[in-house]
């Protein structure tokens, strides 16, 4: 079992709808957690973070955690077309030492005008 | 936010030369940098854990005579990819662990090598 997993997509979606994408992930000592968007030929840059159960929001981005379910999920409401990249969920884990961030495999998000 | 600078952002270089990346933290101290590598297509692979003053940690699979690295100071780490091969064509990438709390990672632009 891989320790972050993401449904590798494609995940098609129209303009204007919500886009789900989902992480699940097997370290129950996991504390933190992130999302992080990467355009094609580009490095990835972090979109959100969230240490709490619950939702957070931030503009059209809500990070959703459930660690009694070790899921963790990003919404992207209203979507566009400039939101088609890869996605990847990353976990923290404290007992690691200093190498303590998985990374999902990522998965691929297309936005159609 | 937190801001990493990699350079260069794209070399070409021969088959049997050696290439340098640099990764630099510009506005923060960063103890510990990670170097990735990622192939068309694919996902990032972490190739290893540059900690500042020591030896960097590979993963398994690694070479580490073949990928060096060296975290000589808080704000620099380097990738030097010795007598590279075509199969090492490759999109590098840094990060490093920003300063504010929840250790979260901040990614330089990457580096697109091209071996011929």
């Known amino acids: 079992q891989k320790e972050v997993e993401q449904n590798s997509g494609p995940l098609s979606v129209p303009e204007g709808a919500i886009a789900s994408l989902n992480c699940t992930y097997s370290d129950r000592g996991s504390q933190s957690f992130f999302w992080y968007r990467q355009y094609s030929g580009k490095s990835p840059e972090l979109i959100m973070f969230i240490y709490s159960n619950g939702d957070k929001e931030d503009g059209r981005f809500t990070a959703q955690l459930n660690k009694a379910s070790q899921y963790v999920s990003l919404l992207i409401r209203d979507s566009q077309p400039s939101d088609s990249a890869t996605y990847l969920c990353?976990?923290?884990?404290?007992?690691?030492?200093?190498?303590?961030?998985?990374f999902g495999a990522g998965t691929r998000l297309t936005v159609k005008p | 936010g937190a801001v990493v600078s990699q350079h260069p952002s794209r070399v070409i270089c021969k088959s049997g030369t050696s290439v340098k990346i640099e990764c630099r933290s510009l506005?923060?101290?960063?103890?510990?940098m990670f170097w990735y590598r990622q192939f068309p297509k694919q996902s990032l692979m972490l190739m290893a854990t540059s900690n500042e003053g020591s030896k960097a940690t590979y993963e398994q699979g690694v070479e580490k005579d073949k990928f060096l690295i060296n975290h000589a100071s808080l704000t620099l780490s380097t990738l030097t990819v010795t007598s590279a091969h075509p199969e090492d064509s490759s999109f590098y990438i840094c990060?490093?662990?920003?300063?504010?709390?929840?250790?979260?990672?901040?990614f330089g632009p990457g580096t697109r090598l091209t071996v011929t």
């Open positions: 990060s490093a662990r920003g300063p504010l709390a929840g250790g979260r990672l901040y």
């Open positions: 990353a976990v923290k884990s404290p007992i690691r030492g200093n190498n303590d961030m998985r």
């Open positions: 506005d923060f101290q960063a103890t510990t």
